[in-house]
């Protein structure tokens, strides 16, 4: 039986990733020195969890520059790319190690995107699965994450700088306070 795995913004061959960009404490939001090293246990982290003929939806943001892309010839699995903002290269160049590129994915009436989707389009969602925030979340005014939403960037804590299971991924939207046994609002 096969898997279906989820998890975006990897940014292959992005040295900012580990130098720039900081938790707010100031630590570096990745734990990597050099994008050579990220890259390569970025790939070892996915094949230790993907095997050859699950799926992956990868959430967007693989690169900043294209000759980075031939990395994704080394991943286990059945990819798909849910492009996002920095996704900007002609199409037949991720063709090559993708079956299929979309905007999203519904899983489980659950929308799968590289940004969040305005919240005024939410409520025909279970939940919406994206990531683009990298270690942020979208939080309600009480400071809390909002259970409509969940950021499977990377670098959020629980993600380990790997792939998450989907059903994995249910678990963790259901400790979120996300009933997904609940059927999404009837739109009138």
Known sequence: MSNTFVYADLHYGHQATCTVFKWPDGRPLRPWDTQEEM??????????VVRPHDKVYILGDLVMHKKHLHHFERLNGDLVLIKGNHDIFHLDLYLKYFRDIRACQVID??????IPIHPASIERWRMNVHGHLHSNEILLDDGTPDPRYICVSIEQPWMNFRPIAWEELKKVATSRGTDLTLPPPKIV
């Open 109 to 114: 009436k659950c929308v799968l995107t590289h």
């Open 39 to 48: 890259t390569e246990t970025l790939i070892q982290n996915h094949n230790e």
